[in-house]
């Protein structure tokens, strides 16, 4: 038999407020303790994360550390362009492109048909000679029509350079200065600074801007360019040039300077047939990039040499070789200006290929300004060149937008306007010691 037992009675406490009191404060302690554990818990798994990325959870996106390092290698680099390349890779491509070029055309008035072809595109610059002169007059109206050009279609200001060496290799016979022959047999500098503003302050007022000169080739008794060169003396051609730069320099000429790393003891003319160099490049450096190393800080502009060098493979011109022009040049003689080319088509001499790939071999050795005379398909196939090269990823564009950039800083330096001839820049203040052993290095 069941026997059933009085159920105790529950205490009430509903009269008790101290009881209800502690039953809050139990209550609001234990929802306190249960968020301090959360937060204890969020900060340890955070840290746990920084401390050690790879044995945690991935992240959405996140993943391991190996696999973010997989996934940053295939990124783009962070570009390390110079702040006047990227300015110049603001523009368009075909417009950076168009200013690595210097061109020669035909014509000696504005309405010739070669003048007008020449203005199509906006060049970097043009390079004159005899074919574009009979007299001053008629040199100022081209050079004038040259500017008015550039400023009604609103682009930048062209170079308007000249092969104006003196005596019979200058481009506009009868102007200044003397030949640099006849000057290096004086023995003055003097004389070779006096020329040179002479020459400066005629050409400017005739719209040229820029003279390819002086030539700084240490020559050779009997050489291809003993009648160009101020004489066969190292040291004697390093003050002559020095001189002669100075001289542009001081009235606002941009100056280049020839034929780096130096044609004098070249077997033949560099400008008009294959030619070669046979010394080694201690006697290079010795004798004919002494007259270089005296001006590298000082001049704005050095033109390459299309000679072939026994110092490097004696088969490919300098102008091709990044080891000349980005280590010799830049590196070692610590240049910072444009590097140009002589005519591309006495480049094709020696490699046998087309002013095109000659074109795009030379920007991707260093060069930033092209120079290409002759016939109008010629310049626009190496203008293509330079374009499909870009988007077959066979040139790289940081390199175009370098040297687009070094072509315009070089016309800001100069303050070239399309209305105006230029007025003399700042004198630059040398960024660096003199070479021990040249030519006004203390002992």
Same mark, same amino acid.
């Given at each position: 038999?069941?026997?059933?037992?009085?159920?105790?009675?529950?205490?009430?406490?509903?009269?008790?407020?101290?009881?209800?009191?502690?039953?809050?404060?139990?209550?609001?302690?234990?929802?306190?303790?249960?968020?301090?554990?959360?937060?204890?818990?969020?900060?340890?798994?955070?840290?746990?994360?920084?401390?050690?990325?790879?044995?945690?959870?991935?992240?959405?996106?996140?993943?391991?550390?190996?696999?973010?390092?997989?996934?940053?290698?295939?990124?783009?680099?962070?570009?390390?362009?110079?702040?006047?390349?990227?300015? =110049?890779?603001?523009?368009?491509?075909?417009?950076?492109?168009?200013?690595?070029?210097?061109?020669?055309?035909?014509?000696?008035?504005?309405?010739?048909?070669?003048?007008?072809?020449?203005?199509?595109?906006?060049?970097?610059?043009?390079?004159?000679?005899?074919?574009?002169?009979?007299?001053?007059?008629?040199?100022?109206?081209?050079?004038?029509?040259?500017?008015?050009?550039?400023?009604?279609? *609103?682009?930048?200001?062209?170079?308007?350079?000249?092969?104006?060496?003196?005596?019979?290799?200058?481009?506009?016979?009868?102007?200044?200065?003397?030949?640099?022959?006849?000057?290096?047999?004086?023995?003055?500098?003097?004389?070779?600074?006096?020329?040179?503003?002479?020459?400066?302050?005629?050409?400017?007022?005739?719209?040229?801007?820029?003279?390819? =000169?002086?030539?700084?080739?240490?020559?050779?008794?009997?050489?291809?360019?003993?009648?160009?060169?101020?004489?066969?003396?190292?040291?004697?051609?390093?003050?002559?040039?020095?001189?002669?730069?100075?001289?542009?320099?001081?009235?606002?000429?941009?100056?280049?300077?020839? *034929?780096?790393?130096?044609?004098?003891?070249?077997?033949?003319?560099?400008?008009?047939?294959?030619?070669?160099?046979?010394?080694?490049?201690?006697?290079?450096?010795?004798?004919?990039?002494?007259?270089?190393?005296?001006?590298?800080?000082?001049?704005?502009?050095?033109?390459?040499?299309?000679?072939?060098?026994?110092?490097?493979?004696?088969?490919?011109?300098?102008?091709?070789?990044? #080891?000349?022009?980005?280590?010799?040049?830049?590196?070692?003689? #610590?240049?910072?200006?444009?590097?140009?080319?002589?005519?591309?088509?006495?480049?094709?001499?020696?490699?046998?290929?087309?002013?095109?790939?000659?074109?795009?071999?030379?920007?991707?050795?260093?060069?930033?300004?092209?120079?290409?005379?002759?016939?109008?398909?010629?310049?626009?196939?190496?203008?293509?060149?330079?374009?499909?090269?870009?988007?077959?990823?066979?040139?790289?564009?940081?390199?175009?937008?370098?040297?687009?950039?070094?072509?315009?800083?070089?016309?800001?330096?100069?303050?070239?306007?399309?209305?105006?001839?230029? #007025?003399?820049?700042?004198?630059?203040?040398?960024?660096?010691?003199?070479?021990?052993?040249?030519?006004?290095? #203390?002992?």
């Amino acid at each position: 038999m069941r026997v059933r037992l009085p159920r105790r009675r529950r205490e009430s406490h509903d009269d008790d407020p101290w009881h209800d009191i502690v039953r809050r404060y139990r209550r609001r302690r234990a929802i306190g303790i249960g968020a301090l554990c959360v937060a204890l818990a969020l900060i340890g798994f955070g840290i746990a994360r920084l401390l050690s990325p790879s044995d945690g959870p991935q992240r959405r996106g996140g993943g391991s550390t190996q696999a973010r390092t997989q996934r940053a290698g295939k990124q783009k680099p962070r570009s390390r362009l110079s702040p006047q390349a990227r300015a =110049a890779a603001r523009l368009p491509l075909h417009t950076q492109v168009a200013q690595l070029f210097m061109i020669g055309f035909s014509g000696a008035q504005p309405n010739d048909p070669g003048v007008k072809r020449a203005l199509q595109r906006p060049w970097g610059g043009f390079v004159l000679d005899s074919g574009n002169y009979s007299d001053p007059t008629q040199l100022a109206a081209l050079t004038g029509s040259l500017l008015a050009a550039a400023s009604t279609s *609103h682009r930048q200001p062209p170079l308007i350079a000249a092969a104006q060496e003196g005596g019979g290799a200058s481009a506009f016979a009868g102007l200044p200065p003397r030949s640099q022959q006849r000057i290096g047999t004086n023995g003055q500098s003097s004389l070779a600074r006096s020329e040179a503003l002479r020459a400066a302050r005629k050409l400017q007022s005739l719209g040229v801007n820029m003279t390819l =000169a002086p030539v700084a080739d240490v020559g050779t008794p009997g050489g291809a360019l003993e009648a160009r060169v101020f004489g066969d003396e190292s040291s004697a051609v390093a003050r002559m040039v020095s001189a002669a730069a100075a001289g542009y320099q001081s009235q606002g000429m941009i100056a280049a300077v020839g *034929h780096f790393p130096g044609s004098g003891a070249a077997t033949q003319d560099p400008d008009v047939a294959q030619a070669s160099v046979g010394l080694t490049l201690p006697d290079l450096m010795a004798r004919d990039i002494r007259p270089f190393m005296a001006i590298a800080d000082r001049v704005p502009v050095v033109v390459m040499s299309n000679a072939a060098y026994a110092a490097y493979d004696g088969v490919t011109p300098a102008v091709l070789l990044p #080891k000349v022009i980005e280590g010799l040049l830049r590196k070692r003689l #610590k240049f910072a200006g444009v590097v140009m080319s002589d005519d591309l088509a006495a480049t094709t001499a020696a490699t046998g290929g087309s002013v095109s790939t000659a074109a795009v071999a030379a920007v991707r050795a260093g060069t930033d300004l092209l120079y290409v005379r002759g016939a109008v398909a010629t310049r626009e196939a190496a203008y293509a060149a330079i374009l499909q090269a870009l988007r077959q990823g066979k040139l790289s564009r940081d390199r175009v937008a370098e040297a687009a950039g070094r072509v315009l800083a070089l016309k800001r330096r100069y303050r070239l306007s399309s209305n105006k001839p230029p #007025k003399p820049p700042p004198t630059p203040t040398p960024t660096r010691p003199a070479t021990p052993g040249a030519p006004g290095a #203390k002992p």
